[in-house]
């Protein structure tokens, strides 16, 4: 079982930046894949980046690529999300999954608020 809380979220301005965590809970946290997901009203959730068990492999998808970067801290129990030159259609709500066994969201977090604005 793991649980995973979400932080860092809040309103910036367009070109500026914020970086989220997400603290987990559980002695395997660095077993799974921590991914980011993201879901702007009335859009479908979006995979942001993913991160693996050792932090050497990492996706990140074409819409932030150049712009985001996630990073882990296996001994914090941690993953976080970097996210500069930030844009209002980033705005959306961000949220932490762990996964294991070739899939992405066995567990998740409630989610943080980013607004971005213009």
């Known amino acids: 079982q793991v649980q995973l809380v979400e932080s860092g979220g809040g309103l910036v301005q367009a070109g500026g930046s914020l970086r989220l965590s997400c603290a987990a809970s559980g002695r395997t946290f660095s077993s799974y894949v921590i991914s980011w997901f993201r879901q702007a009203p009335g859009k479908e959730r979006e995979l942001v980046t993913a991160?693996?068990?050792?932090?050497?492999?990492?996706y990140v998808a074409d819409s932030v690529k150049g712009r985001f970067r996630t990073s882990r801290d296996n001994a914090k129990n941690t993953v976080y999300l970097r996210m500069n030159s930030l844009k209002p259609e980033d705005t959306a709500v961000y949220y932490c999954?762990?996964?294991?066994?070739?899939?992405?969201?066995?567990?998740w977090g409630q989610g943080t608020q980013v607004t971005v604005s213009s």
């Open positions: 991160i693996t068990s050792t932090g050497i492999s990492t």
């Open positions: 999954a762990a996964g294991a066994s070739g899939g992405l969201g066995d567990y």
